[in-house]
DNA sequence: ATGAAAGCGCTAACAT
DNA sequence: ATGTTAGCGCTTTCAT
């Protein structure tokens, strides 16, 4: 691999000259430039970016760390950060921590100094405390109750639950549950407040399943309790689209109508759920916006501006399908 | 940040003494080790990664190179890569190349020299002298009539193919269509070889449908012509599950019924087939033997060994589920 | 406009 | 066992 100094003395300069062509500096003297260009393509010149970064004290890549790749939402979101930070030509480097606070710290942590530029992070199960030993700048995915100088960027999760509930409870559903609580997934939390006020609000209240995992599997065992409860409900909100799978799935393996006994929303619009028989009504967020939003404010940090923490909350919408108005 | 020679300097010993330590070099004296460490802690020292690899020549990350991650089948083994990658303490860098020849090359160069220690590539339309400029060790993913010197992972696409519409002879089935033909993409080319040759076998033919993207939008519109076409299928293989989920869609919208009318068998195993309604027959790759494998083999060229090019031929199953034998 | 040389933080060869 | 030093490939003063 040829270097800027076998591009420098082929061309008969220094590698000053070299680093000034390759970089666009203006002025070089038109002969001197031409015979660089020359030598450039004659060695196959590309530059040491390590080396580059070692000297610019950059990295040129940044980190997205997400719970797992096979959660549909996370894949699309991680497909629509490549994309963004493309725009700012950084490369991304993706971590997955299952969704356990072990991971999440163990992922913070390989991503030592001078591996990345910054991290995008989608914590789950993270403490305040975990964030001590970070390095770069940082920006959250989704609502957090840590209180920490870090940027945000998410949707009202509670709104959004509301929403959800709401609209369950205008379709004349009284006995609403809802499938997802997590004892520290922050997001589940919110979920969940949204859930009981919504019902509040209607002088109600409704079961709550616990789930351990965010999968099909574990909305599909949920679903299937509560359908054998002896009072089962008429309407499930689940805190995302794998769960709400699973959910149909078990409704469908009892016989169970989806609307006409049971009406179901789930949360993400994962592309899946629109395909799906019935089609599966869900809060659909702005992912390409959160993707855009949370690169764009890494990118401002990394650009060294001190600015304060801030929080971007981005749109979502209630996506009717036939799981709620079959 | 603290580097090295900060410690060094607070800990009274020199640099190389300071570098032992923290690469594990048995031979310290006990006194000097202890004072490293607690300089070492004191001072919060990480290792510079880019400086670190910059001498050693690696850079310590890998790069993986996909359609799309909106794709499940790309999603759920990338998450794979990442994991088998760890075990190599390897980082990943996710390119997609939304399975143009354009975006593949364009991840090609991207990932110049200098980037990655190498790369593990599903490319779908690349030809062969877009390798050219390729810096590193590469792994391919898939089957590829390239001829190239490179090592190979992938399953035996026209075999999966064959063993596909065999199952939907042997239930009897007679008008068998083929969704997926694509003008540049390998693997179509295999799994519709596949299908000919399966249907030949049995004295038979049947209509292909050829569609732009792997998508569910694209099955959907495809199962539609087909459908409405004066002599619809009996039966359809899908090359991949998302051209499936957009099949069963079509079919459920026109009130034919699957498996009943027409029976549907996808490629790939994604998990939502399995929780669909009806649940999907398919093709079932070992994702996680190809990740590992792929991994392993990029590994050993990283190492410098001079090995010939390998193609590792990973099994596949025929899932059957409610779609072939409801 | 360009060259010489220092230095980013680290490892490894060499010396002691 | 540990210190000294060169050098990975690049950018960037500082001269000229």
């Known amino acids: 691999m040829a270097t800027l100094k076998d591009v420098a003395a082929l061309a008969g300069v220094s590698v000053k000259t070299v680093s000034n062509v390759v970089n666009g500096y203006a002025f070089v003297k038109p002969d001197n430039r031409r015979r660089v260009e020359e030598a450039l393509v004659a060695t196959g010149y590309r530059p040491n970016l390590g080396a580059r970064n070692l000297r610019r004290g950059r990295t040129g890549s940044l980190a997205l760390v997400v719970p797992e790749l096979g959660i549909p939402y996370f894949a ?72 920490l100088p870090l940027d945000h960027v998410g949707i009202d999760n509670v709104e959004a639950a509301r929403t959800a509930v709401r609209h369950l409870l205008d379709l004349g559903r009284r006995r609403i549950a809802a499938i997802g609580a997590h004892p520290d997934r922050a997001t589940a939390a919110q979920r969940l407040r949204g859930h009981r006020e919504a019902l509040a609000d209607a002088g109600l209240t409704g079961p709550v399943a616990s789930v351990e995992h965010y999968h099909r599997r574990d909305g599909a065992a949920a679903m299937a309790a509560l359908l054998d409860s002896p009072e089962p409900p008429d309407a499930v909100f689940c805190f995302n689209d794998l769960l709400a799978a699973g959910a149909l799935r078990a409704a469908a393996d009892r016989g169970v109508r989806v609307p006409g006994d049971v009406a179901v929303v789930g949360f993400d619009d994962d592309e899946a759920g629109a395909y799906g028989s019935p089609s599966l009504t869900t809060i659909a967020p702005d992912k390409a916006g959160i993707a855009r939003a949370a690169v764009d404010l890494l990118r401002e940090r990394v650009d060294g501006r001190d600015l304060p923490p801030r929080r971007v909350r981005t749109p979502f919408r209630l996506r009717i399908r036939e799981s709620t108005v079959g």
Chains 1, 2 share one sequence.
């Open 76 to 147: 699309e979101l991680a497909g629509l950060v490549l994309r963004a930070a493309r725009a700012h030509d950084w490369n991304v480097l993706i971590q997955q921590t299952l969704g356990t606070r072990e991971g999440e710290r163990e992922a913070l942590a390989a991503l030592g100094p001078h591996v990345v530029d910054g991290a995008v992070i989608s914590p789950e199960a993270l403490r305040g405390t975990d964030f001590a030993g970070v390095s770069g700048p940082l920006v959250l995915l989704g609502e957090h109750p840590l209180d």
